[in-house]
């Protein structure tokens, strides 16, 4: 009894709470890793090859390793557009960089024949789309008029929706919790 008093003495509440906070943190983010790599995320820039730029001309874009970096100040709507096809199901557009809006910059989606508007992204990554696999889309970066951008960074993806009834949430054995609240205990230590 007297060993678990010392014991319960030198546990600090604050550090615990940031433990659990964490702990779920690390098994979102394991959720996550598990779904994408059961369902097959889609980086667009690596799906669609039919690349164009359309607009005033005066931004820069730069591919590599799957993201769009975006610089400079359009004196017209400036356009990255990519054209796919042969991705199916119910899929959220994300990677666009935080903070975008309708004046500003975003990604969107469309049909390729103008009817259909699958998608839009400011940054936030909520829009759900059920796209059709026998579809043609365009994909295009938008920067409005007059924007700056500097070293902006995009990473086209089309992720699952988290709608699928056969999705299992992750749960951590108790020796990755273990592991993990060890690992944030000696960080918290450090701090």
């Known amino acids: 009894s007297s060993q678990l008093a010392a ?16 702990k779920n943190n690390i098994s979102s983010v394991q959720e996550q890793a598990n779904w994408n790599t059961n369902n097959g995320v889609k980086n667009l820039l690596n799906f ?3 690349r164009t730029q ?7 874009f730069t591919l590599s390793n799957g993201v769009v970096t975006v610089n400079g100040t359009p004196t017209s709507d400036e356009f990255f ?17 935080s903070g975008g809006s309708g004046s500003t910059y975003m990604q969107r989606i469309f049909s390729t024949d103008g009817e259909v508007a699958a998608a839009y992204d400011y940054g ?8 059709d696999a026998n579809v043609s889309y365009r994909f295009s970066i938008r920067i409005k008029s007059g924007y700056t951008a500097n070293n902006l960074v995009f990473k086209p993806m ?9 999705f299992e949430p ?5 020796a990755e919790l273990t592991a ?12």
């Open 7 to 22: 014991v319960d003495s030198g546990i600090d509440s604050t550090k615990v709470a940031q433990i659990d906070t964490n």
């Open 48 to 50: 669609g090859d039919n």
């Open 54 to 60: 359309s607009g005033s001309g005066t931004l820069i």
């Open 81 to 97: 557009n990519l054209e796919f096809i042969g991705i199916g199901g119910e899929m959220v557009l994300t990677g666009c960089p």
């Open 124 to 131: 936030d990554g909520s829009n759900v789309h059920n796209y």
């Open 158 to 166: 089309l992720r699952p929706a988290f709608t699928d009834t056969t």
């Open 170 to 174: 992750y749960a951590m054995s108790n």
């Open 180 to 191: 993990a609240i060890q690992a944030l205990q000696a960080q918290l230590a450090n701090q």
